[in-house]
Nanobody, 131 residues
Framework: QPHLVESGGGLVLPGGSLRLSCVVS????????IGWFRQAPGREREAVSC????????DYADFAKGRFAISRDLAKNTVYLQMDSLESEDAATYYC????????????????????????WGQGTQVTVSS
C-alpha cells in the first residue's frame, strides 16, 4: 500500500525559503505522478505543483511559478518542493499526493493540478510565514 510522509515545514520569515520533502513508500516515484497541494484555514485545498511519473513534465499553479520548484530523488524515492520568496499568503498545510500509473503511456502523460486525480495523500506539513 503506497504511503506518503511530508516533512520540512516550519516557521519562516517573509522572503525566506523552505524545502518540503515527500518520502514515498510502497510505490516507486517512477510509477506515480506526485502533486503538492496546500490548504489554509477556511480555504479549499489548492494545487501547488506536480511532476509526472517519468519526470519530464512539471506544472505549477500561477502563484508558484518563478518561486517554487519541484524535484525528485529516485535513490531516496522522495519528491521535494523548494519554496523561495515566501509570502504570508503561502502559509498553509502542505500535502503531497500520488496518482498511481498503470501503463507506460500513463507514465509519460502530463501530471494534473486537480485534487481528484490523486488517490493517495500524506498527512501534511505546516508552513507558517510570519515576522
Amino acid at each position: 500500500q503506497p504511503h506518503l510522509v511530508e516533512s520540512g515545514g516550519g516557521l519562516v520569515l517573509p522572503g525566506g525559503s523552505l524545502r518540503l520533502s515527500c518520502v514515498v513508500s510502497g510505490v516507486s516515484v517512477e510509477r506515480a505522478a506526485i502533486g503538492w497541494f496546500r490548504q489554509a484555514p477556511g480555504r479549499e485545498r489548492e494545487a501547488v505543483s506536480c511532476v509526472n511519473a517519468n519526470n519530464h513534465i512539471q506544472d505549477y499553479a500561477d502563484f508558484a511559478k518563478g518561486r517554487f520548484a519541484i524535484s525528485r530523488d529516485l535513490a531516496k524515492n522522495t519528491v521535494y518542493l523548494q519554496m523561495d520568496s515566501l509570502e504570508s499568503e503561502d502559509a498553509a498545510t502542505y500535502y503531497c499526493a500520488a496518482a498511481l500509473t498503470q501503463t507506460i503511456l500513463d507514465r509519460t502523460a502530463k501530471c494534473h493540478l486537480m485534487r481528484d486525480k490523486y488517490s493517495v495523500w500524506g498527512q501534511g506539513t505546516q508552513v507558517t510565514v510570519s515576522s
